[in-house]
Every structure is written in C-alpha cells, then in structure tokens.
C-alpha cells in the first residue's frame, strides 16, 4: 500500500510537471515578433516612462529657434518644462500666398530634434534635399498632416508633436513616447 501510494504521488507530480510545460510554450511564439505585423500600429501608446514634472507645459514661445528660412536652424528644447500634450504650432517667419489644403503639394526643408535627448534626428537642411509630400494623404505623420495646413510659401513653421501624432510607440529610429520638435520651411505650397 506504502508503494502504491508512491507511485500515485510520483504519477501525479508528472502529469503536474507535464501541464505546467505544455502552458508555458506559447510565451516563446508570443516574445517573437511576426512577420505579417503591421508596419504601423494601430493600437494604443505604450505608457511613457515615470518622468519627474516639471509642473508646467512647455509653449512654443519656451522652444529656442535661430536661423533664417532657408538655413539649417538650431532648435533649444527648455529643461523646465514638460513637453506639451497636444499639437502646437507656430509660424516663426510668414510667407505670403495661399494657405496649404488638403490634398495640395508641399515641397518642405525641416529639422528634427527628439524631446527627450533634445539631439538633432533628421534634418533635410543637413541633405541639401527638400522633402516632398501630399497634404493630408497619410505620407507623413498625423503631427504633419495637421500642423501644416495653412501653411504658406515661405513660411518657417515650429511643430511640437505629441507622440500620439508622432510615431506613438516608437518607430523609424523614434523611442517609444517621443515628443517631436519640427522647424519647417515652405519651400513651395500646391507647385
């Protein structure tokens, strides 16, 4: 009887052992990422990191910019404020012309610098190549797509994009959560 009950306990831990393993196999497959994922996603932000406040948002008027239209600028980012939860935009130099609609051509030079490192990212100045794109057709990020309507030739505009109108959870070499500061140039609006 004392064998018996060995064996039952032994049989028991086994099949115990046996669920435990055959549960925990899909945590491998769902670590790995999948091939047919969409590019861009769709879901909600990743929380950003506990960052200590600064008790106050920054406004485009606490974002450093000097430089003329046409030269590469440099963009000063305050450390003694927090960065600002919805879009903001603000012209710097007015162009004159018609204001950028929906569904226009812009050709646009512009600078990027990431919130939380404040380093220069992009920067189509540093190229020697404006950027070309349809207003409003989903090229760019919603941050874009928003911020420059109503935008005149020649006009330098600062974007100040919230990572929900920016790329959210990360992407394109963006951490997750980033702010993104802009300075654009309207080198041609519906040309």
């Known amino acids: 009887m004392h064998t018996l009950g060995r064996i039952i306990g032994i049989g028991t ?7 435990l393993v055959a549960c925990g196999s899909d945590d491998k497959a769902s670590s790995t990422p999948s091939a047919t994922a969409p590019a861009k996603s769709l879901s909600p932000t990743a929380p950003a990191a506990p960052t200590q406040s600064k008790g106050r ?12 239209f046409g030269s ?5 980012i305050p450390d003694n404020c927090d960065p600002p939860k919805t879009l903001i935009t603000k012209d710097l130099i007015q162009g004159s012309g018609p204001g950028a609609a929906a569904g226009q051509p812009l050709t646009m030079n512009y600078a990027l610098v990431t919130w939380s490192n404040k380093q220069k990212k992009d920067s189509s ?13 989903g090229q760019v990020i919603q941050g874009w ?5 109503g935008v005149q030739e020649g006009t330098r505009r600062l974007l100040i994009v919230p ?11 963006i951490a997750p959560n980033e702010t993104l500061v802009f300075v654009t140039d309207a080198v041609s609006v519906g040309k």
């Open 163 to 173: 990572p929900d109108l920016g790329y959210g959870a990360g992407g394109r070499g």
């Open 13 to 19: 831990m086994a099949a115990a052992a046996f669920t």
């Open 145 to 149: 797509d928003e911020g420059l309507v």
């Open 72 to 76: 590469a600028p440099k963009i000063t």
């Open 57 to 68: 948002e920054c406004t485009a008027e606490d974002i450093g910019v000097s430089g003329d």
């Open 125 to 137: 100045f540093d190229r020697g190549t404006p950027f070309q794109l349809t207003l409003g057709g």
